[in-house]
């Protein structure tokens, strides 16, 4: 499987690792993402109703840990990392707002 990132993607994740309380969000992206095949992957909530191209949201490290959205384009076994943010602390919230989503969505297709 080969794993790319968008630029919303990257500077989020940049910006998370610079800080102490978030020091484990490499880590948790190797552990979690690489090595991995399809089928491991396509757990969490879909926010899409692609089969072949899921979009989906990912909470990793339970309630305290970082939610991921990415889009696995099954076919070519790509995967596109495509945001992050903590649960909690100083950067953490709850969700993306849907336009945010859209517009990821977008900018990987």
Excluded: W
């Excluded at 978030?22 to 926010?47: H, M, P």
């Excluded at 696995?72 to 849907?98: A, C, Q, R, W």
């Amino acid at each position: 499987m080969k794993i790319f990132c968008i630029a919303d993607f990257k500077v989020e994740f940049e910006k998370l690792k610079s800080k102490n309380s978030y020091n484990s969000i490499e880590a948790d992206v190797i552990d979690y993402f690489f090595n991995k095949s399809v089928q491991d992957l396509s757990s969490g909530t879909r926010l899409n109703n692609s089969s072949e191209t899921p979009y989906i949201k990912k909470r990793i490290n339970g309630k305290g840990g970082f939610r991921f959205y990415f889009l696995l384009i099954i076919k070519d076994e790509n995967l596109f990392l495509m945001f992050v943010h903590p649960k909690t602390g100083s950067l953490g919230y709850e969700n993306i707002t849907d336009e945010s989503k859209s517009y990821l969505y977008k900018r990987v297709l």
